[in-house]
């Protein structure tokens, strides 16, 4: 049954796209089987992962197809990466309408050998289906990590700093400059931001380095304050965070000059893919070391806190110790 | 973002029908944390499958939620239970347009509950999207078996029996009974054709006992000759099929007492879901014991021929050693 005129059978698709990413990887089988195996290494278990990306949702039917691709596997990877996890492999389920072209399939395949180049990972399975919707693209990433050290979300501790990694709030500012609502932040600024929106940078060296150091981590994609509640739900505890010690990329800071009330969104606005990381005052020097021997910025912004009767239990505050009134709920679906 | 007015937002749906299929599994932490570690028994390792279904191909609008929870689910079992492995956990991919409302949710995960106590498996990990397009469900299901055992499609010997469990050809008929292309099997045969097309009944049993015993096996979700055909390919040989030994349902064989020219879709039709294999006649024997001991049907239906220089590898013989001409090709995407 042929849904598509405009692409080769799904066969073909597999075998000319999709089984070459399965090379060396032996229990991929190259793709011709119906299932893969995999073993962690001795002394090690899988961190798994899965989360799907919908076309009109988490990208434009106008992003090039080789930086969704990428962004559909990078955000399975920052989950790995905040865990403390090493990636290894993942499985794809690519749901595709049948207006998609050859030159699509072709495009985001390359994306994905790119990547697979870069985080040393492997495609082992997965299906490809025709939709009568948007293009629609579930991963499944497979990571190690030594048996019983994943990084939680639960784990924090009172007095315990705030870190995180990178610039915030770049991917929010990103998006609203493609909608056309951010201005001012002139040509290279609004690039980087874009950038920034569609091709995640996983901290995947950073991430299994903070096993051992790293009381709790989460990776930045619902929003900052979100994301770090998170943490203190599980973790039951509060935290509080100096805002302006929230570090930003230079267009963001072009960005907030114009309008100040865009901390609100550097603070709730997903994407960023960074970590936010809890850990020991006592070990702040070693996760500063740690940042400079990976040339990953790394920023204390804030603190844990015992638990509280308040129903928020993250706060913002200004440079004069202020609470700022944030939404602090980040993205949510429904 | 609330992006449908008629279900909790995404947390609440997550912690309300998703985080109790996790209870049981400590790796899964309680679907509170980013991801799910899991580990092999000793010996062992795991088998990866992801496959998805999209409401409008693979299943229908108004089909029962539950019984499309089941029905996703239980495709990827059927991959695990094809190459011997014993299921453990799953995790998925949901994505949901606007107009789904809670009790379709509550029903889809109460179907995923009962199939959970049925086959001892858990809900581990994925996410839930909105979705401008149909519902889209994306499994991976995680497996395990004794390492370097899983039962591959490449395997199977020239003079190797080809076996099938239970019935061929009654989900085909099925979805042509729920099309009303296919009458006269009457009310009762037509709800059993029906309820086969919905809900597969994945051979998790048998698959484990394989192992050493079956040469090659694939479950047959894209047509039996079709099915057969991936055996050929990846183990470089041809095989034979006698369609008068094909099992059929007595519903299905009311339809072909109609209508002969439907062995054709017995042939080709998919989505059966048994689990086609090869053994050497030395273990046939064996096989039927098996069979008896579990109560699950297994037909011998042809034999494993060495590799032919002609393009279509799969020959199905009429009771008179015709060869038959059917479209091997089977369902495909594109």
Not at 28 to 41: E, H, K, N, R
Not at 53 to 79: E, M, T, W, Y
Not at 130 to 138: L, Q, R, V, Y
């Amino acid at each position: 049954l042929s849904l598509s005129k405009r692409l080769p059978g799904e066969f073909e698709l597999i075998a000319r796209y999709f089984a070459p990413l399965s090379a060396g990887f032996a229990g991929a089988f190259g793709l011709t089987d119906d299932a893969a195996v995999i073993s962690p290494t001795a002394g090690h278990e899988l961190v798994l992962k899965s989360d799907a990306i919908v076309c009109g949702v988490h990208f434009q039917v106008d992003d090039p197809a080789d930086l969704v691709a990428r962004k559909a596997l990078r955000v399975n990877l920052s989950d790995l990466a905040a865990k403390g996890a090493e990636p290894r492999a993942y499985m794809l389920d690519l749901a595709l309408p049948g207006t998609t072209d050859e030159a699509w399939v072709a495009a985001f395949a390359h994306g994905l050998a790119e990547d697979q180049k870069r985080y040393q990972i492997h495609l082992i399975g997965g299906d490809t289906d025709s939709t009568p919707g948007p293009i629609t693209i579930a991963i499944s990433a497979f990571g190690e990590i030594d048996a019983g050290r994943m990084i939680r979300r639960a784990g924090a501790r009172a007095g315990d700093k705030i870190f995180v990694t990178g610039t915030i709030g770049d991917a929010a500012f990103g998006l609203r400059v493609l909608r056309g609502e951010l201005r001012g932040v002139g040509a290279t600024g609004a690039q980087f931001l874009i950038d920034r929106y569609r091709l995640p940078q996983p901290r995947v060296s950073l991430g299994p380095k903070l096993v051992g150091l790293a009381t709790a981590a989460i990776d930045i994609s619902d929003g900052l304050l979100a994301d770090l509640r998170h943490i203190c739900d599980v973790s039951e505890l509060c935290a509080r965070i100096e805002a302006q010690r929230v570090p930003l990329s230079e267009a963001a800071r072009t960005a907030l000059a114009v309008k100040r009330d865009l901390i609100a969104l550097v603070l709730s606005g997903g994407d960023d893919y960074e970590i936010l990381f809890t850990a020991p005052a006592s070990v702040t020097a070693g996760v500063m070391q740690l940042s400079k021997n990976l040339d990953v910025p790394i920023t204390e912004i804030g603190e844990m806190l015992p638990p509280s009767a308040q129903e928020e239990p993250v706060e913002a505050i200004d440079a004069a110790g202020r609470a700022l009134q944030v939404e602090s709920e980040g993205w949510r679906h429904f």
